[in-house]
T-cell receptor
Framework: NAGVMQNPRHLVRRRGQEARLRCSPMKGHSHVYWYRQLPEEGLKFMVYLQKENIIDESGMPKERFSAEFPKEGPSILRIQQVVRGDSAAYFC?????????????FGDGTRLSIL | GIQVEQSPPDLILQEGANSTLRCNFSDSVNNLQWFHQNPWGQLINLFYIPSGTKQNGRLSATTVATERYSLLYISSSQTTDSGVYFCAGMTTDSWGKLQFGAGTQVVVTP
């Protein structure tokens, strides 16, 4: 299966801990996007990355959140010092490098729960 | 960014019924996608349809780009169609940022 792979599927953290969410894009895709879905809400854009570059992080909270997409390995969304309000489903998507006009393919998400 | 409005917000159907979901955009989009989020939370790609009409089994979608709306048709609904249906669009000014609507919650009863 060459779909977008996210892990872990579920992650439980205590307040103040760090959460690391991983995303491996579809084969051949070089664009990665992260979205957050708070309970009972739609998905909201967080960040758009290409290999080793952050293209648009306008949806990222200014503090505690960071994202990277290194030359080798998966994209990582990192949340430091988690708080209860960070509990949400985090979805990763990827698209091919052909540019505009390409659909985004989504992974199954990581459900983050903060105790 | 663009505003995305979906209607209706909720829909209850009896198995076998047909339905139409609508998505309105405040600006022209060059990327429009429909998704189904199943009760397990998985987000399933249904259509990539910036314009025109597409069909996939009992589902079809039509986008009228000049009038900034898209329709999703569900025919002969089944209980497995239950879940939330989202549309999302992207403009040339917001490359990479899909803007999602609030979704239509669909419940199909036996």
């Amino acid at each position: 299966n060459a779909g977008v792979m996210q892990n872990p599927r579920h992650l439980v953290r205590r307040r103040g801990q760090e959460a690391r969410l991983r995303c491996s894009p579809m084969k051949g895709h070089s664009h990665v996007y992260w979205y957050r879905q708070l309970p009972e809400e739609g998905l909201k854009f967080m960040v758009y990355l290409q290999k080793e570059n952050i293209i648009d992080e306008s949806g990222m909270p200014k503090e505690r959140f960071s994202a990277e997409f290194p030359k080798e390995g998966p994209s990582i969304l990192r949340i430091q010092q988690v708080v209860r309000g960070d509990s949400a489903a985090y979805f990763c998507a990827s698209s091919p490098p052909e540019g505009l006009g390409q659909p985004q393919h989504f992974g199954d998400g990581t459900r983050l729960s903060i105790l | 960014g663009i505003q995305v409005e979906q209607s209706p917000p909720d829909l209850i159907l009896q198995e076998g019924a047909n339905s139409t979901l609508r998505c309105n955009f405040s600006d022209s989009v060059n990327n429009l996608q429909w998704f189904h989020q199943n009760p397990w939370g998985q987000l399933i790609n249904l259509f990539y349809i910036p314009s025109g009409t597409k069909q996939n089994g009992r589902l079809s979608a039509t986008t009228v780009a000049t009038e900034r709306y898209s329709l999703l048709y569900i025919s002969s609904s089944q209980t497995t169609d239950s879940g939330v249906y989202f549309c999302a669009g992207m403009t040339t000014d917001s490359w990479g940022k899909l803007q999602f609507g609030a979704g239509t919650q669909v419940v199909v009863t036996p």
